[in-house]
């Protein structure tokens, strides 16, 4: 890329990739099933074997 | 299914604690000396490792890379095991991670005051240590991915993917930005120069601030907090978007930190719009953080580890909430070299990076020692002064911010400025600098606090840290396809490379937009015929400049307001800096803060003899001036040893100097010496003392004109002094 010529076509790049990273990402998280969101966001939880309520 | 028993790795996990505590008390130590430097300038006086531009790297870097690193390696390594239900993929590695952490440190500790320094900030140690870095961080990402290979646990938790970005962004930043070519053990230039340098800097020191500071961090905090809490994290979905939004979006904020600069405009105006849009996953985490106590406020009453967690998530949101405010065009011109960036990476630093540590601390050792800690109540108080010390930090630091913008931009009626002298504007925020002490004396005195209430749970626990028996079925196989009761996301959470590869691909499309097309297109970085590489004594007293570290309170970048050109440009040409005029600086020195003036236009604005006295004693010459001497520049013999060997290096980065001006450069050097030494015998003051001093020393007298403060002189008389409004005349009309 050597002169500014024909830099239009960059934004519009820019806007499709941008437009579809999110459509993609929301599609991802809504299609999610319920029972994995739950199981998953219990992992922290899950390694209650040191004495916990310390403080 | 089978049980397999195994041990998690806690010794690594305490030895990397102990280290964010030693580090964390030595780099606020040194924050601490530096701030009483502002009011005390000559704390430290005569001796050279201890002055403020050597020690200004040195607390950045310690609080960055030793305090933070190491807290983010023991949160790491205590949660990925957990996680993962898997030992660390190799002790050695995780050992190998450690001791080559703090030998780095070690040794920035030695070569920062000592001069050693790319300046390039947040990235300032020499080119061995930038290689040592590289591969003690490939180690941590290899031990990382190792163990998450071997997991017993299918899916990967969200914490996972934020330590995961973490470490493929920082390799990718670490490395583009420190590609500099070597001169000798300890001294480099960087490949890039001026504009191009000034961008690969912030896309780097912004993303560091985005990879280092943040992503990790907010790892931790999706572990910590629901562990605190005793409850899942408030949207987990929610946690989806926030670290892919964060990551896409981080990396081209970049630019931010050069508006109004010599950077080109789409440049400029890219990095603003993706900085605005930054603050929606950042208050998507900071809402899913705060939310995660949702029916467990009462805890947060009586558990110091919840305090700390709460102020540091609120720091976060304040932080990020103010940092894209910060990145508009016309708060950042009255923000940009003020204290008000300080006082905004000080909320960053101290409550969201230095709370959530402490909270982890303070919540880890009872748990690894097995015991309870030592004072809930000495946790409570390190929590209220800590508390207490950030508010007294930051609010001044905004008046003074404030203050200083308008003092600099104020007019009188007939077109002059009202406080024309710089150091006005200096003497009028000293309260607001003593008060900013006062802050971070409460903060430190909050970690040594910390210190004790450690030590003291320490002594009295029955128990030393152990390896934990642990019990996971191991993982059956299962296809690597998507299987039919699989969404997209949860198919690709159990695999671990292809999760890697698209955070990869989603933080290259950013730099890659933002960075080659600077980098490649000539025409966005337009030269001027007249700007001409530094003389050889030039380029040498620009090395002392960068080695005493000028850059950290002088900034060389003249921004295109009628208040800057009208204070920093003192001929009638009245020139604000242009891309052109910085193509051979290897590395760029913009700066990023405005202790003193700025120095782009500085050429030919006193006499030398003015610097020479200004260097030795800057009170005697500026009244109130809170710059420290630097009087050994006055005795030191400058080094003229590697001169060539500079000027081919310069060369193969494409500064056009000939074979003959490198042949020549020591008669240059000394030719240009003899008439700055002939032009300091103006001053009779001057001539009498240094005759004195000359008829008192024996055979080894060095002569001024081969001292370092005559090269610094050199440099400082050339700044600036290239362009002329005739020049540019001819240039546009060339174009």
């Known amino acids: 890329m050597e002169t500014i010529a024909g830099i239009e076509i960059y934004p519009l790049i820019s806007l499709v990739i941008f437009f579809s990273f999110f459509v993609a990402l929301f599609y991802w998280v809504v299609t999610a099933k319920k029972e994995y969101i739950t199981k998953v966001s219990n992992l922290p939880l899950d390694n209650n074997n040191q004495n916990d309520s310390i403080l | ?735």
């Open chain 2, 1 to 735: 299914m089978e049980m397999q028993q195994f041990y998690y790795d806690n010794k690594i996990v305490k030895k990397f604690i102990y280290a964010t505590i030693l580090w964390g008390v030595v780099g606020m130590l040194v924050g601490l000396l530096l701030a009483f430097m502002f009011l005390f300038p000559n704390l430290t006086d005569g001796i050279s490792w201890l002055s403020f531009g050597r020690l200004r790297p040195l607390h950045t870097n310690a609080v960055i890379f030793a305090f933070v690193g190491n807290a983010i390696f023991a949160g790491v390594y205590y949660s990925s095991q957990r996680l993962l239900k898997a030992r660390m993929f190799s002790d050695f590695l995780s050992n190998f991670n450690f001791w080559g952490w703090q030998l780095i440190i070690v040794g920035a500790a030695l070569t920062l005051p000592l001069g050693f320094t790319t300046s390039k900030e947040y990235a300032e140690l020499e080119w061995p240590f930038d290689i040592a870095i590289a591969l003690v961080w490939v180690a941590f990402g290899w031990n990382l991915i190792g163990t998450i290979l071997k997991r017993r646990q299918r899916h990967l938790y969200v914490a996972l993917w934020f330590y995961i970005a973490t470490f493929v962004t920082v390799a990718v930043l670490h490395i583009f930005n420190s590609l500099e070519l070597p001169v000798a053990a300890l001294k480099s230039y960087s490949v890039y120069a001026g504009v191009q340098d000034a961008l690969v800097q912030w896309w780097y020191g912004h993303n560091a601030v985005a990879f280092f500071l943040t992503t990790p961090f907010l790892g931790l905090m999706y572990y910590f907090v629901p562990k605190a809490a005793n409850r899942p994290v408030y949207s987990y979905r929610l946690s989806i978007v926030h670290f892919w939004s964060l990551i896409f979006i981080y990396i081209w904020a970049g630019p931010h930190h050069l508006l109004y600069s010599a950077l080109p405009e789409w440049a400029q105006h890219l990095g603003v719009a993706f900085s605005v849009m930054l603050i929606a996953p950042s208050w998507g985490g900071m809402i899913n953080g705060l939310l995660t106590l949702r029916g467990a406020w009462d805890k947060v009453r009586t558990d110091p580890v919840l305090k700390f967690m709460v102020v540091a998530i609120t720091g976060y949101g304040m932080a990020t909430f103010e940092g894209p405010m910060l990145s508009l065009k016309n708060v950042n011109a009255i923000a940009h070299f003020t204290d008000w960036v300080i006082a905004h990476v000080h909320v960053g630093a101290l409550a969201w990076n230095g709370f959530l540590a402490f909270g982890m601390i303070y919540y880890l050792i009872p748990k690894l020692f097995k015991t309870r800690l030592f004072s809930v109540g000495l946790a409570n108080l390190h929590f209220w002064i800590g508390t207490l010390g950030i508010v007294l930090y930051a609010l001044p630091m905004y008046v003074a911010g404030f203050t200083q913008a308008s003092m600099w931009k104020q007019f009188n009626p007939d077109g002059t400025l009202v406080y024309g002298n710089f150091l006005e504007t200096v003497s009028e925020i000293i309260p607001m600098y003593w008060m900013r002490a006062i802050g971070g004396t409460l903060y430190i005195t909050g970690m040594l606090v910390l210190v004790y209430n450690i030590v003291m749970t320490i002594s009295r626990a029955d128990s030393k840290v152990e390896d934990e028996l642990a019990e996971a079925p191991a993982l059956s196989r299962v296809t690597g396809k998507r299987t039919a009761s699989e969404g997209w996301h949860t198919w690709l959470e159990r695999k671990p490379v292809l999760l890697t590869i698209y955070a990869t691909i989603a933080i290259l499309i950013g730099g890659i937009v933002q960075i080659i097309p600077t980098l490649v297109v000539e025409s966005n970085i337009p030269t001027i015929s007249s700007v001409k590489p530094y003389t050889p004594l030039e380029l040498e007293g620009r090395d002392i400049y960068i080695r005493e570290g000028c850059v950290g309170c002088h900034s060389q970048m003249i921004r295109p307001f009628r208040s800057e050109v009208e204070r920093y440009d003192l001929t009638n040409d009245k020139q604000y800096s242009k891309a052109g005029e910085y193509v051979y600086d290897h590395p760029f020195l913009w700066g990023s803060k405005r202790t003193g003036p700025d120095l782009h236009r500085l050429g030919g604005k006193y006499s030398d003899n003015w610097h020479f006295n200004h260097m030795y004693d800057p009170q005697s010459t500026s009244s109130g001036s809170i710059m420290p001497s630097y009087r050994w520049l006055i005795r030191n013999e400058l080094d003229k040893s590697m001169t060539e060997k500079k000027m081919e290096a310069m060369v193969t980065l494409g500064v056009p100097y000939t074979d003959e001006e490198i042949a020549n450069a020591q008669s240059s050097m000394l030719a240009q010496g003899t008439q700055i030494e002939k032009n300091l015998y103006s001053d009779p003051d001057f001539a009498t003392s240094y005759e004195a001093d000359k008829a008192a020393s024996g055979a080894d007298f060095v002569e001024m004109k081969n001292r370092e403060i005559v090269a610094l002189i050199a440099y400082l008389q050339r700044l600036g002094t290239d362009i002329k409004k005739s020049d540019l005349d001819n240039q546009t009309a060339q174009n």
